[in-house]
């Protein structure tokens, strides 16, 4: 079964940093584009940060351009995402989601069930 | 960056009903389109990309049109599971950027 699990979130004060990790099974995690995908609560979705099968194109959001950023480990089939001075406006809920083509950043085929990140004093 | 504009926000219908939902895209997107269907509590589904071709496992029912600027996701013969909110998704550049989401409520 293809499966994505994040970890990491929790209650942080602003300005300060959190790493999120996504580990994927289920799949050859290495040939897959992967992205970070988040959502305000009551809000709709953002799209964050996208990184290529072999980390050599990594693209971001302008919201959390040169704050985040995007990583992964193909022997360990891990994504993190390195936040750093966090504002109150990144508190959402995290999604990790594969893409769906292989090498490509383009459409997500499966999602994560999502960690909260909730920034405050 | 590329504007993704959903009509309607939000829409009722019934069971057994056709409903059509529209994403307009402020640039040429030619066919990179994505739709979503999200579920309250849970993560997104992709349900069509590529403007109109379906996901695998995602039923008949939904159906995706367009190129360029204006999309279409159609829903026939609505079923009580496909009460949700819905999204489209731009992937012709980066950001890559969602629509605003069109809830589909119950009648």
């Known amino acids: 079964e293809v499966q994505l699990v994040e970890s990491g979130g929790g209650l942080v004060q602003p300005g300060r940093s959190l790493r999120l990790s996504c580990a994927a099974s289920?799949?050859?995690?290495?040939?897959?584009?992967m992205h970070w995908v988040r959502q305000a609560p009551g809000k709709g979705l953002e799209w964050v940060s996208g990184i290529n099968w072999d980390s050599s194109r990594k693209v971001y959001a302008d919201s959390v351009k040169g704050r985040f950023t995007i990583s992964r480990d193909n022997a360990e089939k891990t994504l993190y995402l390195q936040m750093n001075s966090l504002r109150a406006d990144d508190t959402a809920f995290y999604y990790c989601?594969?893409?769906?083509?292989?090498?490509?950043?383009?459409?997500?085929?499966?999602w994560g069930k999502g960690t909260t990140v909730t920034v405050s004093s | 960056d590329i504007q993704m504009t959903q009509s309607p926000s939000s829409v009722a219908a019934s069971v057994g009903d056709r409903v059509t939902i529209a994403c307009r895209a402020s640039?040429?997107?030619?066919?990179?389109l994505a739709w979503y269907q999200q579920k309250p509590g849970e993560a997104p589904n992709l349900l069509i990309y590529g403007a109109s071709s379906l996901q695998r496992g995602v039923p008949s029912r939904f159906s995706g049109s367009g190129f360029g600027t204006d999309f279409t996701l159609t829903i026939t013969n609505l079923q009580p599971e496909d009460f949700a909110t819905y999204y489209c998704?731009?992937?012709?550049?980066?950001?890559?950027?969602f629509g605003q989401g069109t809830r589909l409520e119950i009648k």
């Open positions: 998704q731009q992937a012709n550049s980066f950001p890559l950027t």
């Open positions: 289920g799949f050859r995690f290495a040939d897959y584009a």
């Open positions: 640039q040429d997107l030619k066919n990179w």
């Open positions: 989601a594969k893409d769906k083509n292989l090498y490509d950043l383009d459409y997500m085929d499966v």
